[in-house]
C-alpha cells in the first residue's frame, strides 16, 4: 500500500488542527517587531539596546525548555502538553498588552518562550505518530507554514490594529485565540491512530504496519547521548544556530527596517512587511513537494540558503539609498530561508529510530532557538546603533553562508543507507 493511500483523510483531520496550533503560537512571539516600530519603546522609556535584548528574551525561555518538553512528549502527551502551552502562552501574550515598565515585559517576554518552547518538537513528534516517511516533509511544511501564514496576515491586521488602537491592544487581542483554541485542540486531538474512531481498524493496522517497516529499518540507537553525539544531529545542531540567526533577524526587526527605510505609516509598512511571508509560503509548497518526489532532502536546503545569503549581500552592497532595489532582495531572502523548513526537519527521524528522534528534534531546535536570540538581538542592536540595516544584512548574510557549509557537511543519504543494510533491517 502506498503511502497516498494510507488513510488519506488523515491530512483533513490532522494538518489543519497542526497548521492553527502553530500558527497561534508564531504570532504570540513575532508581534513584538510590531510593538517597536509602533512606540512600546518610547512609552515605556526603552533603549534601542534594551529593546533588542526584550525582544530576544523570548528565545532564552524558549532555549532551555526545549528537551523538556520533547521528552514529556515523546514518553508521556503531546495533546496534553500543547493544551496546556496553549492556554499559558495566550495568557502571557495577551499580559503584554497592560504591562507598565521594563522589568514585568522582560519577565513576560521570557515566560513566552518557556512555555512556547515545547510546542515545534511536540507537533514534530506529534507529525511522525501520524505520517510516514514519503508524507513527511510536506506534513512538516504545513506545521511550518504556520509561520510565514500567520506573520502574512499578522503583518496587516497588526498595522491595522497598532494604528487604530495602539501597541496594547494589540497584544490583548492576538493573544486571547490561543486560549480559545486550546479547548478545540483538546477535543478534537489525539496522540495516536489507535486511539481515534474516524479511522477503521484496517486503516490503522496498514499505518502501524508502514510505520513499524520503517523503525525496523534505522539503526538502534540506545538513548539520548548516543544519538546527541551523532556527527550529522551535531551538524544539525550548529546548522540550524546560524540559519536561525538569519530567519529571526529578518522576521522580529522587518517592520522597522522597513519603517525607517521608506518613512511609510504603520498601515503601509503592514502590507511590505507581508510581501516576504507570501513569497515564502509559495516557496515553501513548493520545495517539500519536490523533496519528497525526489526522495532528497539535502539538496532542497542549502541552495535557498545559499540564495539568502547572496540576498542580504547584495542587499548590503546596495546601502541605504536604494530602498526599493533593497525591498524586493528582502523579498527574496525571506522566501529562500523559509523554503527549506520542511525537508530540513524530515532528516532526523529518516537517521534516527522513533526513541530518541524526538529528543534530537528538540536538541537541533534549541541550538535554532539560542541562534534566533543571537540574530534579534544582534540585529536589533545593529539597526539602533548604526541608523541603517546595512551591517545586519552583512551579518545575517555571513550567517548564513556559514549554515549552507554545514549542510553540505551533513550526509544522511548516506547514513540512511547503512542503516538499510544494518542488521537490525535483516530481522
Not at 522609556?45 to 525582544?55: K, M, Y
Not at 498588552?97 to 511536540?122: C, D, H, K
Not at 495516536?192 to 493496522?205: A, F, G, I, M
Request: glycine residues 8%; aromatic residues 14%.
Amino acid at each position: 500500500m502506498t503511502s497516498t493511500s494510507l488513510a488519506p483523510r488523515r491530512w483533513w483531520a490532522i494538518m489543519p488542527i497542526v497548521f492553527i496550533t502553530y500558527s497561534l503560537a508564531y504570532l504570540d512571539r513575532a508581534n513584538y517587531g510590531f510593538a517597536s516600530a509602533a512606540g512600546i519603546n518610547r512609552d515605556l522609556g526603552i533603549s534601542p539596546g534594551l529593546s533588542s535584548l526584550i525582544g530576544a528574551l523570548f528565545f532564552l525561555g524558549y532555549f532551555f525548555f526545549q528537551l523538556p518538553g520533547a521528552v514529556y512528549a515523546e514518553r508521556r502527551s503531546v495533546r496534553t502538553l500543547v493544551f496546556a502551552s496553549l492556554v499559558l502562552w495566550g495568557g502571557c501574550a495577551a499580559l503584554t498588552g497592560v504591562v507598565t515598565n521594563i522589568p514585568s515585559l522582560m519577565a513576560i517576554r521570557f515566560v513566552l518562550g518557556v512555555v512556547e518552547a515545547a510546542v515545534m518538537p511536540a507537533m514534530l513528534i506529534f507529525i511522525s505518530n501520524w505520517f510516514t516517511k514519503k508524507e513527511r516533509s510536506r506534513a512538516n511544511t504545513f506545521l511550518i507554514l504556520g509561520n510565514p501564514v500567520t506573520v502574512l496576515w499578522m503583518s496587516v491586521v497588526s498595522g491595522y490594529l497598532v494604528h487604530a488602537f495602539g501597541w496594547r491592544h494589540m497584544f490583548i487581542a492576538e493573544g486571547v485565540p490561543a486560549v480559545v483554541w486550546a479547548v478545540c485542540w483538546w477535543l478534537l486531538v489525539r496522540d495516536k491512530p489507535s486511539q481515534v474512531t474516524w479511522l477503521s481498524d484496517d486503516e490503522k493496522r496498514a499505518l502501524d504496519a508502514a510505520m513499524r517497516a520503517e523503525q525496523a529499518a534505522i539503526k538502534p540507537v540506545r538513548n539520548y547521548a548516543e544519538a546527541f553525539r551523532t556527527p550529522a544531529v551535531m551538524l544539525l545542531s550548529a546548522q540550524y544556530f546560524c540559519w536561525s540567526i538569519g530567519v529571526y533577524g529578518f522576521v522580529l526587526w522587518l517592520p522597522s527596517i522597513v519603517k525607517n527605510g521608506s518613512a511609510l505609516g504603520m498601515v503601509e509598512t503592514g502590507w511590505l512587511s507581508a510581501v516576504p511571508y507570501l513569497a515564502a509560503t509559495i516557496a515553501m509548497l513548493a520545495a517539500s513537494w519536490a523533496s519528497d518526489k525526489l526522495d532528497n532532502r539535502r539538496a532542497f536546503v542549502w541552495p535557498f540558503l545559499l540564495v539568502g545569503a547572496l540576498a542580504f549581500a547584495l542587499s548590503y552592497a546596495l546601502g541605504s539609498t536604494h530602498f526599493w532595489i533593497s525591498y524586493a532582495l528582502l523579498v527574496v531572502a525571506g522566501a529562500a530561508m523559509y523554503a527549506p523548513y520542511g525537508p530540513f526537519f524530515a532528516i532526523v527521524p529518516e537517521l534516527l529510530p522513533k526513541n530518541v528522534a524526538g529528543g534530537a528534534m528538540a536538541l537541533i531546535n534549541s541550538m535554532g532557538a539560542l541562534g534566533s536570540f543571537v540574530g534579534s538581538y544582534v540585529v536589533g542592536y545593529l539597526n539602533g546603533a548604526t541608523g541603517s540595516p546595512a551591517a545586519s544584512y552583512a551579518f545575517m548574510s555571513v550567517a548564513l553562508l556559514v549554515s549552507v557549509g554545514l549542510t553540505l557537511a551533513v550526509k544522511p543519504q548516506r547514513a540512511a543507507a547503512r542503516a538499510y543494510a544494518s542488521p537490525a533491517h535483516g530481522k
